[in-house]
């Protein structure tokens, strides 16, 4: 009977005299007690336009014109969308991000602790190969704040010569994952567990940048990182180089949360190159000296792995790396995608063919020793807002980005590292999200605490902890909630009953077993057990149940179980009376050898009560005792 559903209840007929009403428990396909209702089947006049086949054939030209004027519409609507894109206006929208993705990629290279050059090497790479694949069309890729923090344990525990060998393998199973179309298995996650993840990554990214804002170094951990924060604060006041750093630092985070109040054609210019602007001029005034960016040549930056890189595939550690990077990667990305077509009415992605771009495009920057690609909701929302409208504006800006760094090096050696980490904080600030604690709260407190687990967890221990653990406890949550059940028990003079309703699983076996010790404890010598109300019963819970059956029968009491049941329609003749279903499987049951009730004849009359009826299983058609027989 495990897994089986009851859309009503038993007809009051069907019950025995001193049975009471079911209790109107709320079930998911018919309500306790409504009204019998029998659908018009009656079959039209016969006549030569209303043959079978020509009812068929005429669904079939009715759905033929149907989706031919779907198919009008859509294609109206398609060449409704606005005018075509224009070249001029893809070139503007791949210099608009290209300024936007330059300071970040540096600065997501100097929080990855590795030379800034890998990480403009990563921004040509997002815009020159995976710009060019076809999947999305208007979300850009690149080195991504969000792995900053992860990139920097790698990098810290396996060194940075290790890094290409776990980009590498993570772009290779990218691809793998496209091609077997397991690109929307990400989408199957919770949004708690996302937003914690994100959060999580987001508030340790801001404390670790509050060090090199003010040209310090950070220890290490984020604990160590918030724990270190007074004493970052008393050095600071104490050098005043280290305090003209960190005014540029606020400076940045001010002007990126305050920038997007300026007027239409000046906020159009990306806040972090205005600032970048700004600490160039100021890191160039006499007396200052602040640190700037330590730019060498691209090209000899390139760190193709060798024999030695690629046999430290045998460690267990690298190995949990790369499913690391391709886990948190691909989720981002995909998410990140989920987020970018909604900013515009353009060709929505293709996941699994996008899946494969980010592949292709971590697979060559494992190649050359880079940081890992993802999509960047930034950039991304900053190539829609410029109006592009075709691949060509984000393959662009990696051209952009790799002319820039071939030809005027020594302009990124001007910049300084606090204005940097100061776009950096911002960042953080926009992946922790506090707002959206108190919002989770007000919506749901289970997903909220899904939510400040996940983050709480990634914080204290690490990326990959914290994201299993978050999945663990939101299908736990999920698992909670599905199995919601109402169990009731009252006692009559002479019967113990139980009334259960709603999914019965081996969550909620410990309420159920409570419940029929304290039925046997009551020292009645019937007890009524009513399970018409489930709409689920999984094995552990019938299993339950039968014991107990069996078990108190033993002991000379009265047991009535009534079961949930398959739905029978209003006016369907009765089967015959047929053995235990327990019994047909061939074990021995709890009602075995006791006749099971058969269903109330439609000849007999007019049903009463709800048209679907539900099985009584193992009634005991044993006498009352003798005390109670004159009751």
């Not at 391709?326 to 353009?346: K, N, P, Q, W």
Request: proline share 8%; charged share 15%; aromatic share 4%.
């Amino acid at each position: 009977m495990s897994g089986m559903h009851a859309r009503g209840r038993v007809p009051a007929h069907a019950r025995i005299p001193d049975a009471p009403p079911v209790p109107d428990f709320p079930a998911p396909n018919a309500p306790a007690h409504s009204p019998t209702y029998a659908p018009d089947i009656t079959p039209p006049a016969a006549s030569p336009m209303n043959k079978p086949t020509g009812t068929a054939k005429s669904a079939r030209t009715d759905e033929a014109n149907g989706t031919d004027e779907v198919n009008r519409t859509a294609k109206a609507g398609k060449n409704a969308k606005g005018p075509k894109a224009d070249l001029a206006t893809e070139i503007t929208a791949s210099l608009v991000v290209f300024l936007v993705a330059l300071p970040l990629c540096i600065g997501v290279a100097v929080a990855s602790g590795v030379p800034a050059e890998l990480g403009i090497i990563s921004g040509v790479i997002g815009g020159l190969v995976v710009g060019a694949a076809r999947g999305s069309t208007l979300q850009v890729s690149g080195p991504a704040a969000g792995l900053a923090a992860l990139v920097a344990e790698t990098v810290l525990e396996f060194g940075v010569a290790m890094l290409g060998v776990i980009v590498l393998g993570s772009g290779i199973l990218q691809i793998v994952l496209g091609l077997v179309r397991l690109g929307r298995i990400f989408q199957a996650i919770s949004l708690a567990v996302v937003q914690g993840m994100l959060a999580g990554i987001g508030l340790p990214l801001m404390f670790s940048q509050l060090y090199p804002m003010s040209d310090s170094k950070a220890p290490g951990t984020p604990i160590e990182n918030m724990a270190g924060l007074p004493a970052l604060i008393a050095d600071t006041f104490a050098n005043p180089q280290a305090l003209i750093a960190a005014g540029l630092g606020i400076a940045t985070i001010a002007l990126s949360f305050l920038w997007k109040k300026m007027p239409g054609p000046v906020k159009k210019v990306p806040a972090a190159l205005v600032a970048v602007g700004i600490g160039i001029g100021v890191a160039s005034l006499p007396g200052v000296d602040v640190k700037t960016l330590q730019v060498g040549n691209l090209l000899a930056s390139v760190d193709v792995p060798g024999p030695n890189e690629f046999a430290g595939l045998a460690d267990v550690g690298i190995i949990t790396a790369i499913l690391t990077f391709t886990v948190i990667a691909s989720a981002e990305s995909l998410f990140t995608a989920a987020a970018v077509d909604r900013m515009h009415s353009g060709p929505r992605t293709r996941y699994n063919p996008e899946l494969i771009a980010q592949g292709a495009g971590n697979t060559v920057a494992g190649l050359l020793g880079a940081l890992p690609i993802t999509a960047v909701v930034a950039r991304s929302s900053a190539n829609v807002q410029a109006g592009a409208k075709t691949r060509l504006s984000r393959t662009l800006h990696g051209l952009w980005l790799l002319a820039f760094a071939l030809l005027l090096p020594q302009v990124l050696a001007l910049i300084p590292i606090a204005v940097l980490a100061g776009v950096l904080v911002h960042s953080g600030w926009k992946l922790f999200a506090p707002e959206e604690f108190p919002k989770m709260w007000r919506q749901d407190r289970g997903e909220f605490a899904v939510m400040t687990l996940t983050t709480l967890v990634i914080v204290a221990t690490a990326l990959l902890e914290g994201v299993l653990f978050g999945l663990a406890a939101g299908i736990v949550l999920a698992a909670l909630r599905m199995s919601q059940t109402v169990i009731k028990q009252h006692l009559e003079e002479d019967t113990a009953k139980v009334v259960m309703a709603g999914n019965a699983t081996f969550l909620r076996l410990p309420q159920l077993i409570e419940a029929l010790e304290a039925a046997a404890e009551a020292g009645k010598p019937r007890i009524r057990l009513d399970l018409t109300g489930v709409t689920h019963l999984d094995h552990a819970c019938r299993n339950q149940v039968e014991e107990f059956v069996a078990q108190q029968r033993g002991f000379g009491l009265r047991v009535e179980l009534l079961m949930p049941g398959p739905a029978k329609p209003v006016g369907t003749p009765a089967p015959a009376p047929v053995a235990d279903l327990a019994g047909e499987r061939g074990r021995p049951s709890a009602g075995a050898g006791l006749p099971r009730r058969p269903y109330a004849s439609a000849a007999a009359g007019p049903a009463q009560g709800p048209g679907p009826t539900a099985e009584w299983f193992y009634l005991d058609t044993r006498p009352m005792p003798e005390e109670y027989a004159s009751r």
